[in-house]
């Protein structure tokens, strides 16, 4: 492998992330296929987490191993705390340990408030805000037992959790996705405040409009895709190589001193667009 690796996703230094392990939840599709295949591009083992998809998951395990990495697919449902833990484990004894975690799953089950029942609630809650509870629990105590290695990283871990900019920004008719988001930020900081002084470094990434099979209505018609514009002063609707880019920067030692923040990654849609032309 040369000293970069030119992709989709620009020029990602090839070992980078040399010799690190990591996993990714929910990478058989969208910003996990794309953050699976930079972590491998930049030098990374990738354990490649999905729960029904399991041929689109050898598909990135395939495209990983091609960079000269190690990658499989793990089945889990990151909901399940027996299969979290197992899913853990088997990582643990396969790969050796685990560096990185992405903690990407996530879902929606949109619905106004009267419209929505308790199973839409509890299904967006459970996946996007428990699931990630029980991956950064179980790499947790897997940092913790192997501590820092030197040569790896300075880090004895790191934790990225996959936020939203409706983490900050309500969203009406997905009040079930909001509140997960919302609760995503203050695990992700009340965990890094926990885990700094181990020298586990827990984060962020909140991504804006990205085109992946979760939010297709919103960007696959002509239409949909100019009142999404609206939203976005940078007037581009992201790719999932985006935040892929941001997690592999923010796993890596050139981020070693940030800890506990949010990186925005949404062509400035938090920036309030409707004021732009005044307010
Ligand atoms: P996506 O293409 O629909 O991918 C979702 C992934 O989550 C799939 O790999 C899916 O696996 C997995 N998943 C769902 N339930 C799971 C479970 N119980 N256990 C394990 N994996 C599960 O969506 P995406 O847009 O890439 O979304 C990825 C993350 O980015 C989510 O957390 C989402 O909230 C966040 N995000 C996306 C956007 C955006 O604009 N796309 C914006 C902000 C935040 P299977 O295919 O096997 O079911």
Request: net charge negative; with cysteine; glycine share 10%.
């Amino acid at each position: 492998m040369g000293s970069t690796v030119e992709g989709p996703q620009g020029v990602i230094p090839a070992r980078l992330l040399h010799g690190q392990k990591a996993l990714v939840t929910g990478a058989n599709s969208g910003i996990g296929k794309a953050t699976a295949i930079g972590l491998g591009r930049a030098g990374a083992d990738v354990v490649v987490n999905y729960v029904a998809g399991r041929e689109a998951a050898e598909e990135v395990v395939e495209e990983i191993a091609s960079f000269g990495v190690r990658a499989a697919a793990y089945e889990a449902d990151v909901s399940q705390e027996d299969q979290v833990t197992a899913m853990m484990d088997r990582m643990v004894k396969e790969f050796g340990t685990v560096d990185i975690l992405v903690a990407n799953a996530g879902l929606q089950r949109d619905a106004r408030l009267t419209e929505m029942t308790l199973a839409q609630w509890q299904k967006v809650i459970d996946v996007n805000l428990t699931g990630q509870f029980l991956c950064a629990r179980e790499a947790a105590k897997e940092f913790r037992r192997r501590g820092v290695v030197p040569e790896v990283s300075r880090a004895a871990g790191k934790i990225i959790c996959m936020s939203s900019v409706h983490q900050i920004i309500p969203w009406s008719g997905h009040v079930n996705y909001a509140s997960s988001k919302g609760g995503v930020q203050m695990m992700m900081q009340t965990l890094a405040q926990e885990l700094a002084p181990e020298k586990i470094r827990v984060n962020a990434v909140a991504p804006g409009a990205i085109k992946t099979p979760i939010n297709r209505a919103a960007w696959e018609t002509a239409e949909a895709r100019q009142d999404l514009l609206r939203l976005i002063p940078y007037d581009r609707i992201g790719d999932p190589e985006d935040i892929a880019n941001a997690v592999v920067a923010l796993s890596s030692d050139l981020m070693d001193y940030v800890v506990g923040t949010t990186l925005y990654v949404d062509g400035g849609m938090t920036l309030f667009p409707g004021f732009a032309t005044g307010g």
